[in-house]
C-alpha cells in the first residue's frame, strides 16, 4: 500500500495515478471528500484526515508501506503546526519509507522565506527512524495561471522574478508528481536519506513565459517586474500578511541569485513537460500559432 497525503493536488493526483498504472494499491488522503471523484476512479482507497489532526493522519497512514507527504504553503504558524502533526502521526504509524515533497532552497540555513519553512519541515523529518527522500521540487509552471489573466487582458505579465531576463529552475507540477512515483516505486535500499533535485528539461525566464503567451494567445504580452514595495500588497490579494511575507523573502532570494536552486553538488531530476504545453491549458481560448 502506498499512501499519498494531498493526493487531490496536481502533484499528489499525478503520483497516485502514476503508482495506480503501475498496478499498486494506493490510498488517497483528502481533507475535502468532495475531491475524491478522479481518485476513486482510478482505483484508488480514500481516507479522509485533516493536515492538523494527527491521530486521524495516524489512522489513514496505517499499514503504508510508503507515505508521500506534502506540505501546503501558508503561514508561518499554520505550515509549523502542518509539520508537527505530519511528523507525530508518522512517528507513530511508523511506515517503512517516507517522500517528503521539499522545496529549491531548503537546504539554505538562513531565512529565505517559504523555502526556510521546508528546511525546518526536513530536519524535523530527518529525526524519524525510517529510511526519507526529500524530493525538493523547483517553482511550478501552472504558478503562473494566477497572473495569465492580467496578460490577457492588459498584454503585461507581472513578474516578481526581477530581472525579467533571469533564468530560474522550474517544474511541470506533474512532472513531478510522475518523479516521485518513480522514487517510490524504485528506492534506492542503500541509503536513509535520499535527497533529489526536480526541474524540468530548461530553464525559463519571464521574458520567456511572456514569449510563449504570446504565442499562444496569438498577440503581444510583455513581461514587467512588479516594483518591490507593491509585493505584500499583491501577495495579500489571495495569501495571509505572514504567508505573503514568506513569498516577499523569496523572490528577494530569487532575485539575489543562487539561494533557490539546487544544493552544490545535488542529485537533479529532470521532468519533459514544456513551458508552453503546461501553459496551453491554462488559456482556454488560446489560438497556438505554432
Not at 116 to 143: D, N
Not at 253 to 276: C, F, P, Q, W
Given at each position: 500500500m502506498y499512501t499519498i497525503v494531498g493526493a487531490a493536488g496536481k502533484v499528489g493526483y499525478s503520483t497516485a495515478l502514476s503508482l495506480r498504472k503501475a498496478g499498486v494499491a494506493v490510498r488517497a488522503i483528502l481533507r475535502d471528500e468532495s475531491k475524491a471523484g478522479p481518485l476513486s476512479e482510478i482505483g484508488c482507497d480514500i481516507a479522509l484526515a485533516d493536515l492538523q489532526d494527527t491521530t486521524a493522519?495516524?489512522?489513514?497512514?496505517?499499514n503504508a508501506d510508503a507515505v508521500q507527504v506534502i506540505l501546503p504553503p501558508d503561514g508561518v504558524g499554520e505550515m509549523r503546526r502542518s509539520i508537527e502533526s505530519l511528523a507525530g502521526a508518522l512517528e507513530q504509524a511508523r511506515p517503512n519509507r517516507v517522500l517528503a515533497i521539499s522545496d529549491y532552497g531548503a537546504h539554505v540555513s538562513e531565512d529565505i522565506g517559504?523555502?526556510?519553512?521546508?528546511?525546518?519541515?526536513?530536519?524535523?523529518?530527518?529525526?524519524?527512524?525510517?529510511?526519507?527522500?526529500?524530493?525538493?521540487?523547483?517553482?511550478?509552471?501552472?504558478?503562473?495561471?494566477l497572473v495569465i489573466p492580467l496578460a490577457i487582458a492588459a498584454g503585461i505579465?507581472?513578474?516578481?522574478?526581477?530581472?525579467?531576463?533571469?533564468?530560474?529552475?522550474?517544474?511541470?507540477?506533474?512532472?513531478?508528481?510522475?518523479?516521485?512515483?518513480?522514487?517510490?516505486?524504485?528506492?534506492?535500499?542503500?541509503?536513509?536519506?535520499?535527497?533529489?533535485?526536480?526541474?524540468?528539461?530548461?530553464?525559463?525566464?519571464?521574458?520567456?513565459?511572456?514569449?510563449?503567451?504570446?504565442?499562444?494567445?496569438?498577440?503581444?504580452?510583455?513581461?514587467?517586474?512588479?516594483?518591490?514595495?507593491?509585493?505584500?500588497?499583491?501577495?495579500?490579494r489571495f495569501l495571509s500578511e505572514s504567508a505573503a511575507k514568506l513569498l516577499v523573502d523569496l523572490y528577494d532570494?530569487?532575485?539575489?541569485?543562487?539561494?533557490?536552486?539546487?544544493?552544490?553538488?545535488?542529485?537533479?531530476?529532470?521532468?519533459?513537460?514544456?513551458?508552453?504545453?503546461?501553459?496551453?491549458?491554462?488559456?482556454?481560448?488560446a489560438v497556438d500559432t505554432n
Open positions: 493522519l495516524r489512522w489513514a497512514i496505517a517559504m523555502p526556510t519553512l521546508f528546511h525546518i519541515f526536513e530536519e524535523r523529518l530527518r529525526q524519524l527512524e525510517m529510511p526519507k527522500v526529500f524530493l525538493r521540487s523547483a517553482e511550478h509552471m501552472q504558478g503562473w495561471g505579465l507581472p513578474s516578481f522574478h526581477d530581472p525579467v531576463e533571469m533564468e530560474f529552475p522550474t517544474i511541470s507540477a506533474p512532472d513531478l508528481g510522475l518523479i516521485a512515483a518513480d522514487l517510490l516505486l524504485h528506492p534506492d535500499a542503500g541509503t536513509n536519506l535520499q535527497v533529489v533535485h526536480a526541474e524540468g528539461s530548461r530553464r525559463y525566464s519571464a521574458n520567456d513565459v511572456a514569449a510563449t503567451l504570446s504565442q499562444l494567445l496569438g498577440r503581444a504580452v510583455t513581461a514587467q517586474a512588479v516594483p518591490r514595495l507593491q509585493w505584500q500588497e499583491n501577495f495579500e532570494a530569487h532575485n539575489k541569485g543562487g539561494l533557490v536552486d539546487v544544493e552544490t553538488n545535488g542529485a537533479v531530476r529532470y521532468g519533459t513537460t514544456s513551458l508552453i504545453d503546461a501553459l496551453r491549458p491554462l488559456v482556454p481560448t
